[in-house]
């Protein structure tokens, strides 16, 4: 596939640009990154929405594609740089303050990507993958307390169910109660399999099967791929 990919980039700019040999317009090359990332070319998606952005500085859909390939190529610097552009851009976007949470958080500022993900949650107070990420920071912090509280919210209006089995899961194992950890991410994992979030939810399963079983040691084990 790799190397048939700039005819399949020539072909899609054709098939997208206007007659007469126009040249090809920004949103031409934002849908070519977006198909890009669909194929799984973060590095050639990211020369797209690069190409985009230079046509048109103000597609904000492809700064944000930018920052999600940048996430994929793990160039963490680089994708905090494209969401904090976003951010400043649509200051009342919830999504571009959740995803420079995620940037901020990849490259290890927790007390930063804490502050967006709160930004995102003031913003939209139904943000649930926000609302379990503020939880996952506040542990890696240390402050336990403040995320088995959080975890322990009722569920608002439209939670998707993977969310509220994944805080029942996150807050029990924060607890202690490990062999209910295991069950509720089990739950977590049949309710959305695909999702980004639970493919982290298998290593936590795996953690939680080792406490369990192993309570008195540290929980360093990770699941085999």
């Known amino acids: 596939m790799k190397a048939y990919l700039p005819t ?49 500085p103000d597609l904000h859909d492809a700064r944000r594609g930018l920052g999600m390939a940048y996430m994929k190529m793990k160039r963490h610097d680089a994708a905090e740089r494209e969401f904090r552009n976003l951010a400043a851009l649509r200051p009342r976007d919830a999504g571009a303050h959740y995803y420079l ?18 930004e995102a949650l003031r913003l939209q107070p ?8 503020v939880v996952m920071v506040l542990t890696d912090l240390g402050r336990s307390g403040r995320a088995i509280a959080a975890l322990s919210e009722t569920p608002r209006a439209g ?21 209910e950890a295991v069950l509720f991410w089990s739950q977590t994992l049949e309710s959305y399999p695909g999702y980004f979030v ?27 791929p």
């Open 101 to 118: 949470g995620v940037a901020l958080y990849a490259r290890g500022a927790h007390e930063e990507a804490l502050a967006a993900y709160r």
């Open 159 to 179: 939670e998707p169910a993977w969310i509220t089995l994944s805080r029942r899961a996150r807050a029990a194992h924060i607890a202690g109660r490990h062999a």
């Open 198 to 224: 639970t493919r982290g939810a298998e290593r936590l399963l795996w953690n939680a099967s080792v406490a369990e079983a192993t309570p008195r040691k540290p929980v360093t084990a990770a699941r085999a």
């Open 8 to 56: 399949l980039i020539f072909a899609l700019v054709c098939a997208a640009s206007p007659a007469g040999g126009q040249a090809a317009s920004g949103e031409v090359y934002r849908d070519i990154g977006n198909t890009l990332m669909q194929r799984g070319r973060p590095a050639d998606a990211a020369k797209s929405y690069a190409e985009a952005l230079r046509l048109r």
């Open 126 to 133: 139904g943000h649930a993958e926000a609302r379990l990420a």
